[in-house]
């Protein structure tokens, strides 16, 4: 690499040819400062002149005007010759002084707003004349030639650039272009993924043979799961659906929890359901127009989980129930919004970290799981329930009450980790057993809960997130008072499990669908 001040490049000629130009103004007087020669194009160049700025067009510079509507204008030899020569090596150098071309030292590109555009339209046509080609390459040159080369990609860095230069007095050192030119790098995966997820969908591909996600860092967490493992939250899309209003900053397992819980609560009719979250499952979920009821409810199925855990609502939550909320302890609440005493009230508690939750539907965005160095993408388990996917096998046929608080239970089984037992009463959970190796066992957890916290019993249900495979788990159920299950299907006992039910003048529903969560 040569020694110090070899490492060291000035900055003699900028190329500069941004969409976004709102932040361009940073950079300019540093560059007259040190009487950095500018080539733009386009609107840059406009803009430039507009502020009484002196630059070349590059038009001019390459003696080659653009054709093709502009599709065709920076991609030129003595664009690409100027940024990717080494000014180290002799025989390049010798070639650019044959050829009369001029080295460029600084490149300041940001891409078509292609990420913009397909939010904002689904014309086609549009849509591909937003996919940059000239940027991502004028990036890429340069990025790959950052041993002599600046690369400026985001607006965040013009900051940073203008400390180099007043620090180095007009040039930069290796070490900040390197990093510029990792910066770079991820801005192109970055930009082509996002191609390439628009052409997937449009294509409804879901399953390509080579596959990129994105991701923007939205913060870095002081640890990951656990004190010894680090972390950082990053978001797929635009990260505005989480406003915090209060409390410290949010954990791994709080961001765990909030979008566990938002499944749930998505899942439920707008604007009167609750559920708590404790490490990944529903210690409680309800449905009540009273919004006090329905908290009070969700809280009351299993108190002692309920300690710290993160509440999810959709509704707006009024004074009345922060105070309820505030007389107990929790890690995080997410609403839909806060009325103002109600979030006067909840600030009281300095740590509590209050959510107000922007986000509009259940995502169908694919669902990702790590395998050591492997992952597994799979659709989302959303389906809507509707009557269709039920039938009714037993003599005895449930009524429209209990017949709904069959699917209300069906639904919050589905987000209890497998095997999976609900218990409720009144669209209330009122017992869950979660996460056991044992179909049995979580029958006998999600009633001793019952039975714990003095549940009522009079209108219960059960679901279960798939088929009994022998009658003891029913039986338990039974016993224990619940009046109808509803289960999906495909036991080689089937029969025996609707002779069963029959015998007991139990209500038993099958699903067409199973809905396994590890």
Do not use: W
């Amino acid at each position: 690499m040569g020694n110090q001040k070899n490492m060291k490049r000035k900055i003699r000629r900028a190329l500069i040819s941004v969409s976004d130009k709102s932040e361009l103004i940073k950079i300019l007087p540093i560059l007259r400062k040190f009487k950095v020669e500018i080539l733009s194009s386009g609107g840059t160049f406009k803009y430039l002149r507009k502020h009484k700025f002196k630059c070349s067009e590059i038009q001019d510079f390459t003696g080659f005007k653009e054709i093709l509507d502009g599709r065709v204008k920076t991609l030129h030899p003595k664009i690409h010759s100027g940024i990717l020569f080494k000014r180290d090596n002799r025989k390049h150098v010798n070639q650019i002084k044959k050829q009369n071309y001029k080295n460029i030292d600084l490149v300041i590109v940001n891409f078509y707003p292609f990420e913009r555009t397909i939010l904002n339209t689904k014309n086609e046509n549009k849509i591909i004349e937003n996919i940059d080609i000239g940027g991502p390459a004028l990036v890429r040159s340069a990025a790959k030639n950052f041993k002599d080369v600046a690369v400026i990609t985001s607006n965040y860095q013009l900051n940073s650039l203008v400390h180099e230069m007043n620090t180095y007095k007009g040039s930069t050192s290796l070490k900040f272009r390197k990093k510029l030119s990792q910066e770079a790098f991820n801005e192109t995966a970055y930009y082509d993924t996002n191609i390439s997820e628009y052409f997937n969908k449009i294509m409804d591909n879901k399953y390509p043979n080579k596959i990129t996600f994105n991701g923007t860092l939205i913060s870095k967490l002081r640890y990951g799961e656990n004190p010894h493992q680090s972390g950082a939250l990053y978001s797929g899309e635009n990260f505005n659906e989480l406003e915090k209003l209060n409390g410290k900053e949010l954990s791994y397992n709080n961001y765990n929890d909030i979008y566990f819980g938002l499944d749930i609560i998505n899942s439920l009719p707008k604007g009167i359901g609750t559920t708590i979250i404790k490490h990944a499952n529903p210690s409680g979920v309800s449905i009540d127009k009273n919004q006090i009821l329905s908290f009070k409810q969700a809280f009351n199925c299993d108190p002692i989980s309920a300690f710290g855990g993160v509440i999810i609502c959709n509704y707006k939550i009024r004074s009345e129930t922060a105070r309820e909320i505030s007389n107990k302890f929790f890690e995080v609440i997410v609403a839909r919004d806060f009325d103002d005493k109600a979030l006067s009230i909840l600030r009281k508690k300095k740590n509590l970290r209050i959510i107000k939750n922007n986000q509009n539907s259940n995502s169908n965005q694919l669902v990702m799981r790590a395998l050591s160095k492997n992952f597994i993408l799979q659709t989302s388990d959303n389906k809507n329930f509707n009557k269709r996917m039920f039938k009714v096998v037993s003599k005895n046929k449930p009524n429209k009450k209990m017949f709904n608080d069959l699917v209300f239970a069906f639904n919050i089984c589905r987000f209890v980790k497998s095997n999976a037992i609900v218990l409720t009463n009144n669209n209330s959970t009122v017992g869950i057993g979660s996460g056991q190796p044992s179909r049995i066992d979580s029958c006998e957890i999600a009633v001793n809960k019952m039975k714990k916290f003095n549940h009522n019993s009079e209108n219960l249900v059960a679901a279960s997130d798939a088929f009994f495979p022998f009658i003891d788990g029913i039986e338990s159920l039974v016993q224990s008072g619940a009046k109808a299950i509803i289960q999906p299907y495909g036991s080689i006992r089937d029969k025996e499990i609707i002779k069963f039910a029959n015998n007991t003048n139990t209500v038993l529903v099958f699903s067409k669908t199973r809905h396994f969560r590890h």
